[in-house]
């Protein structure tokens, strides 16, 4: 019964809302970057799927991906800091989100290198948005601790959800078909 009530709460959290996906926030403070990743669709939403697609590609990539996610969006976060505009960098965030949907659901696992390279270059592209964030003459470390530290908490509970229900790869496809449409919705909303 517990694992139908944790399934729903998961299905909750992958529920499309009407929003931007990047609305305009002041960064100041670690309480304010550790929630903007809970509160952010787009963000809430890769983070998950890095964690399940972790999971279902296992082995290495159990710890490899959520690693190189996080290394490349702090890369992207200093980048995106000297506030250097990057055309279409909305669209490819919200290409992140629908491609690990799409991953996701087709559970067809890729070449280590391969999800690397996708996992990267997804995470460099949040970064970078949330580094235009941080006002000009403001360092942003606190903001960057907290949204890091959200971002691996994120990254744990979608690798702990297949894990709760005996790494179901129903739970893993079905989490991807809600990911990628709310990606798709997000999308039509912007």
């Known amino acids: 019964m517990h694992k139908r009530i944790i399934l729903i709460l998961a299905s909750c959290l992958i529920t499309p809302a009407l929003a931007q996906a990047h609305p305009l926030h002041t960064v100041h403070s670690f309480p304010q970057g550790f929630t903007h990743p809970f509160l952010g669709l787009d963000h809430l939403l890769v983070m998950l799927?890095?964690?399940?697609?972790?999971?279902?590609?296992?082995?290495?990539?159990?710890?490899?991906?959520?690693?190189?996610?996080l290394a490349s969006m702090m890369a992207g976060g200093f980048w995106g800091s000297k506030q250097i505009p990057l055309p279409l960098l909305e669209d490819g965030i919200l290409a992140s989100v629908i491609l690990l949907g799409l991953l996701l659901m087709l559970a067809k696992p890729l070449p280590i290198s391969v999800s690397l390279l996708i996992v990267g270059i997804s995470g460099w592209m949040h970064g970078y948005a949330h580094g235009l964030e941080i006002p000009i003459g403001y360092s942003g470390l606190n903001y960057g601790l907290g949204f890091l530290l959200a971002t691996a908490s994120l990254h744990g509970i979608g690798l702990m959800l297949p894990l709760l229900f005996g790494r179901s790869i129903l739970l893993t496809r079905w989490a991807g078909v809600g990911i990628l449409v709310s990606g798709c919705l997000i999308m039509l909303g912007s």
């Open 49 to 69: 799927a890095i964690g399940l697609w972790a999971v279902q590609l296992g082995q290495s990539a159990l710890w490899q991906l959520p690693c190189a996610f």
